[in-house]
């Protein structure tokens, strides 16, 4: 198992060793579910380059966390198709590898009569997308089902089918079976430049040079400037799309029993209200089309602004504690879907605009990838995938027993009866073992995302120091 | 559920929840006085709660360190006879009168005659307070800078921005200066900050630091470690100051997780749990005492609450204490809350403690029940955002048990608002 962080990637006379099969830039979601499904084959030798020092630490790790049935795509548009696929993949991958999944359901509220006007449309569109299960509620129904919404719903579009997801944990779970397939993990690596060799891609890094026969582009925001770097021209172009966030206290958990999405018009879309496997409430995203690749920061009118339609759609939300609040950038482009593209002769695969969708798709891309790169070089030899062996994923869900909970683990061992984390019952068990894992964190940040710890409304208040210790001392 | 099954069952007299000054306080009231098996849950691997990380002085009547204040009380529970079992958690409810507990030595349901929760209270976060920007490291509550510095020993930083002039900033101050980082500036929204004279005076002379009124941080700025704070000040002018610690301090709010989730009503001001001047709560045999009531008061406070629950609780163990059920204590603006909340009239009170949203000078308070005037009180200094404006208890025996709600309200007599402007 391969994993590095720091150091030249290919020491001085390596170079002429043997070239990886494949590369993929990038290691969120979608480059790890790529990653994981070309170690099927496990005579490929296989790079996964991230820049960042973790995996997952781009939008993969600041989004919304739904599990969409892709009710609402563009009907016959390949991300349509791609995230039905990836939705169902995704569950049974998830209900084998730990990965909390909670199936709530949605309901499309609508709010004006214009909302209620579009319910049938999209009843009719989800209908198109292969989606069968939604159907039109009345103002009663709706009332009934969300008891603390605010005065004036009209009625709702239900669709049962819609789930949450830890998208932390699912990124961890592909890059982790990846690495224990023999993939090779090299963090804190950028590309900065990509030129042909002998038939190869030289990539030249922040951690020096990777040569690989194929190439595979899954740089999310920066899909674009890759895809320049490599064919010299690019036919997409990214502009972040920043959504805003906010996340409720689990206080606030009883407040929501659905995904409460907006009901999209021509006047823009609105905001939702989702509960987190974590027992959490989200209230965003904001939708802000912005220059700047790095700004994943709040603003003040951003989050005024979604206090005040939160307050519309649950007014009993906006009084109850903030626990934190982030932004992602979508990669949005001028495109109205994904923009995956193979180029053949050059031995290489973008996997571009993969805006909100990416995070349930992610298997279903992956496959798709897989299917074009057999395609585009026979000579890889993907013909027969083989199952690799499973993961089992620490469980940071609500809905599933967590370790403080558990008295037949905390008899195998008292560090999971002894919580670290009180206001997300952490304990040291599960902050020793995700230190020791296949993917380490590399930061307090990555300690969070693998088990929660300073996660909670204190946000370090009583055991950010503690914690600290823990991370610092590798879990002694 | 298998977990259920393995749950440890065990019955004791009274659990108290927190093993900090006002929790180990009402232990040593009830174990001192011979009420069976008083045990106390604390979920930190030291009991002693909050004090135990504040190194500076001014606790207790004496003024000693807060480690010292904390040692003497864990001592003084421990003597009574009490239990303080550390390391372990009150996670839930399974009753009534039953908690659920997790600790190394596995999971328990602890079925109790009366519970007391004394779970203190916590500073609110950047997040909380929906400061924008970027989330860098380097972000922290005094909570967690006083660990870092006091218990664990670790680096900091260099350059600190503390943000809230409270008392407590004072104490953001020390640890700060302990660990060897430069203040670059205490900020506070307030148009004056609070620290009292005689800090402010040492925090500019003695610290050499700055300490800037009125001003609200708009931004938190840098990638990986916060590398700044912008600043908007009154007049509308924006500046930034470089540093790389950024320590938010005061803004508590009451832990009042483990109230909720056994369905206990909380006052509307205080967000703590509503009790009447026997510290009970609106649940039978459930009381609460010190930080959780009214965030925050000094430590001997609440160690004076926890020694008045306790008789309470006796009394309640013994049925010999008063009816409970009364009305509503309120407070109208500027007022933010106050503590107790609930007012029976048999049940005398030590006295209520308040906030206001704006600082006051020589306000009168005026009580009074469905326009019946109960009580007036004249306050002879000023009255700050933040600090503990207190109010004498002897006019709850007045109290009509069956009429509206108890209004508090200050009257424009001898002062009116302070403004913005004065001074
Ligand atoms: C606000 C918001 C809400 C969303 N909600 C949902 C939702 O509910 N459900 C859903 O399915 N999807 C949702 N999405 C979409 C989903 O998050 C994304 O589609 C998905 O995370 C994209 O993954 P990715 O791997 O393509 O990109 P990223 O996660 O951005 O990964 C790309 C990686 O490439 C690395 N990289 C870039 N350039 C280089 C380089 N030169 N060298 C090395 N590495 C490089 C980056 O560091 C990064 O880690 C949402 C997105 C946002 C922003
Ligand atoms: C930075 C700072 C400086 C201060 N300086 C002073 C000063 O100079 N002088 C002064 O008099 N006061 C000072 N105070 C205030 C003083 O610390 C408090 O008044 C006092 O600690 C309140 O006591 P408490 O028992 O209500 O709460 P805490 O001391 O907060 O104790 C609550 C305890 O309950 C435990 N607990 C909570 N939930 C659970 C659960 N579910 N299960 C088990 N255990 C639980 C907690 O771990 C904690 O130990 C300061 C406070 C702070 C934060």
Redesign the interface.
């Known amino acids: 198992m391969t994993v590095t962080t720091k150091g030249p990637l290919s020491p001085r006379g390596q170079m002429s060793s043997r070239p990886y099969d494949v590369a993929v830039v990038g290691a969120g979601v979608v480059g790890a579910a790529i990653a994981r499904e070309l170690a099927r084959h496990p005579h490929l030798r296989i790079a996964l380059v991230e820049a960042s020092g973790d995996v997952g630490d781009g939008t993969s790790k600041a989004n919304t966390a739904i599990l969409h049935t892709g009710f609402d795509a563009v009907p016959g548009s390949l991300e349509s198709r791609l995230v039905g696929e990836g939705q169902r993949l995704l569950a049974a991958y998830a209900a084998e590898s730990g990965i909390p999944v909670e199936p709530v359901g949605a309901l499309l509220v609508a709010w004006d009569d214009a909302q209620l006007d579009a319910l049938p449309g999209l009843l009719e569109k989800a209908g198109r997308n292969g989606y069968g299960a939604a159907r039109i509620i009345d103002a009663d129904e709706t009332r009934a089902r969300e008891p603390h919404l605010g005065p004036g719903a009209l009625g709702a579009l239900d669709v049962p089918g819609e789930s949450i997801i830890c998208p932390w944990t699912t990124t961890l779970a592909y890059a982790t079976q990846a690495v224990r397939s023999g993939v090779d993990l090299h963090l804190n690596t950028r590309v900065e430049t990509v030129s042909p060799e002998g038939g190869d891609h030289l990539l030249a890094t922040s951690r020096g040079a990777l040569r690989a026969r194929f190439l595979v582009n899954a740089a999310g925001l920066n899909a674009d400037v890759l895809d320049r770097l490599v064919l010299g021209r690019g036919d997409f172009t990214v502009t972040p799309r920043r959504g805003q966030l ?2 409720f206290d689990e ?1 606030a958990r009883d407040l929501v029993r659905h995904i409460l999405l907006p009901v999209p018009t021509a006047l823009g879309k609105g905001v939702l209200v989702a509960p987190t496997v974590y027992g959490n409430v989200l209230l965003g995203p904001t939708a802000e089309d912005l220059d700047d690749k ?1 700004a ?5 009118d ?2 005024d602004g979604l206090l005040s339609k939160g307050r519309r759609i649950l007014p009993a939300l906006v009084d109850e ?6 932004a992602g950038l979508r990669a949005a482009t001028e495109h109205d879907d994904y923009r995956i593209r193979c180029h053949e002769e050059r031995r290489y695969v973008t996997v571009g605009g993969i805006r909100s969708t990416g995070l349930t798709a992610s298997m279903a891309i992956a496959a798709y990838v897989a299917g074009l790169i057999a395609e585009a070089d026979p000579g890889l030899d993907l013909k027969e995938p083989v199952e690799p062996a499973p993961v089992h994923m620490p469980n940071l869900g609500e809905a599933f ?1 967590r370790p ?5 683990l ?2 195998t061992d ?2 999971y ?3 670290v984390c ?1 206001c997300e ?1 952490v304990t040291r068990g599960e902050i020793r073992d995700a230190l020791i894992s296949t993917i380490p964190p590399a ?3 990555g300690l969070r995302r693998r088990t929660r710890a300073r996660g909670g ?6 055991c ?3 914690v ?2 823990l991370h ?1 001392g590798r879990g002694e | 559920m ?2 259920a099954m ?2 440890r069952q065990r019955s004791v007299d009274v659990v108290v929840v927190g093993a900090g000054p006002a929790g180990l306080a009402a232990a040593r009231g009830l174990a001192g006085h011979g009420v069976g098996v008083v045990e106390v849950l604390e ?2 691997a030291v009991a002693g709660g909050v004090p135990r990380h504040c190194h500076h002085r001014g606790f207790g009547r004496w003024g000693v360190t807060g480690p010292q204040y904390a040692a003497r009380v864990v001592e003084a529970a421990l003597g009574s006879g009490a239990r303080v079992r550390t ?1 372990v ?1 009150a ?1 839930g409810w399974a009753g009534p009168l039953t908690l659920e507990t ?6 328990e349901r602890i079925a109790a005659r009366a519970v007391v929760l004394a779970t203190g209270a ?7 307070r ?1 400061v ?4 860098p ?1 380097g972000v ?2 005094t ?2 800078l006083q ?2 510095v006091h ?2 020993g ?1 680096r900091v930083g260099t350059r600190a921005v503390v943000v809230g002039a409270e008392p407590v900033g004072y104490a953001a101050l020390s640890a700060l200066r302990r660990a060897g980082v430069t203040v670059a500036a205490l900020t506070t929204e307030e148009p004056r900050h609070q620290l009292g004279l005689a800090w402010a005076a040492a925090a500019r002379l003695g610290h050499g630091v700055p300490v800037l009124t009125g001003a609200t941080v ?3 700025l840098g ?1 990986g470690r916060v590398s700044g704070v912008r600043l908007r000040h009154r007049d509308g002018r924006l500046t930034t100051v470089d540093c790389d610690t950024v320590v938010f301090t005061g803004d508590f ?1 009451p832990d009042h ?1 483990l109230a ?1 989730r056994g369905g206990v009503a909380l006052d509307p001001g205080t967000r703590g749990p509503a009790v009447d001047g026997a510290f009970r709560t609106g649940a039978e045999g459930v009381f609460a005492v010190g930080n959780v009531l009214h965030a925050v008061e000094p430590a001997l406070w609440a160690a004076r609450e926890g020694a008045l629950a306790a008789d309470a609780v006796r009394g309640f163990l013994d049925g010999s204490g008063p009816a409970a059920g009364g009305p509503a204590i309120e407070v109208a603006a500027p007022l933010r809350w106050v503590a107790p909340n609930r007012a029976v009239p048999q049940v005398p009170v030590e006295g209520f403690v308040l906030r206001t949203s704006e600082a006051l000078t020589r306000p009168v308070l005026v009580v009074t029940q469905d326009g019946r005037r109960l009580h007036r009180q004249y306050v002879p200094r000023r009255a700050l955002p933040h600090r503990t404006l207190r109010l004498a208890g002897r006019w709850t025996g007045k109290v009509d048990a069956a009429g509206g709600p108890v209004r508090i309200t200050v009257s424009g007599l001898g002062g009116g608002i302070f403004g913005a402007a004065a001074k």
């Open positions: 906010i996340v206080l790095a994943t920061g709040t603003t003040a951003g989050l504690e903030v626990t934190a609040v982030y027993p403080y909970q558990r008295a037949d905390i008899a008292p560090a009866g002894t919580i009180h019952r930061s307090l940040e409304r204190c946000q370090g208040f009583y950010g120091a503690a600290r210790a610092e | 298998r977990a393995t749950r979920r930190e390391g958690t996670t997790t600790g190394p030595h596995g999971l916590r500073e609110r976060p950047r997040s909380a929906l924008p920007g970027t989330r490291a922290l509550t909570g967690e660990q870092a218990l664990y670790q708009a931004e938190l990638g709010v997780e909720r």
